[in-house]
Antibody, heavy 116, light 109 residues
């Protein structure tokens, strides 16, 4: 059974940093695309970043240069390093397995709040 | 960037009735289109991929159609558990950037 478990969310001040983790089970994170998607309070879904099975990475313009997606194959874990955080980055962050035809499995999400 | 536009923003439907949701892409995405359902407080769930293929375990009252820039999600006979927010997402093959529509809320009439 595929499972995704995010962690690392919390309260951070504007300009600060946070690293989110997504522990995967039931498959290997390097075998498929893996995405991060976020949802601001009361708002819709926003795609944030994706890592290809070959390791190529892509970002939404809103986070490019500030966020970095990565994975640790030995830990079967996906990461999102978030730097220079802004109030508008406040959201629930979901990791998702993306088999190339959309995000087929999702984690439960972790809340990031950027506030002073 | 490919922009996805969904309509209507809110759809009021009675249980048992048909619901038709639309999604338009700013440029052709072929059939690289998925639909998701999200209930309050839950993660999204994949319903449809490839514009018309139901994901595993999705009831056949959900159907998708379209290609290019115009897509439709139809729920043939709304059940109580179907009242939720629905999102479309394009997944352009390369580069693999994704974008979501803003969502359509299906509510009880």
């Amino acid at each position: 059974e595929v499972q995704l478990l995010e962690s690392g969310g919390g309260l951070v001040q504007p300009g600060g940093s946070l690293r989110l983790s997504c522990a995967a089970s039931g498959f290997t994170v390097s075998s498929t695309y893996m995405s991060w998607v976020r949802q601001a309070p009361g708002k819709g879904l926003e795609w944030v970043s994706i890592i290809h099975s070959g390791g190529s990475t892509y970002y939404a313009d809103s986070v490019k240069g500030r966020f970095t997606i990565s994975r640790d194959i030995s830990k079967n874990t996906l990461y999102l390093q978030m730097n220079s955080l802004r109030a508008e980055d406040t959201a629930v962050y979901y990791c998702a397995r993306d088999t190339g035809v959309g995000a087929s499995e999702w984690g439960q999400g972790t809340l990031v709040t950027v506030s002073s | 960037e490919i922009v996805m536009t969904q309509s209507p923003v809110t759809l009021s439907v009675s249980p048992g009735e048909r619901a038709t949701l639309s999604c338009r892409a700013s440029q052709s995405v072929s059939t690289n289109l998925a639909w998701f359902q999200q209930k309050r407080g839950q993660a999204p769930r994949l319903l449809i991929y490839g514009a018309s293929t139901r994901a595993t375990g999705i009831p056949d009252r959900f159907s998708g159609s379209g290609s290019g820039t115009e897509f439709t999600l139809t729920i043939s006979s709304l059940q109580s558990e179907d009242f939720a927010v629905y999102y479309c997402q394009q997944y352009n093959n390369w580069p693999p950037r994704r974008t979501f529509g803003q969502g359509t809320k299906v509510e009880v009439k």
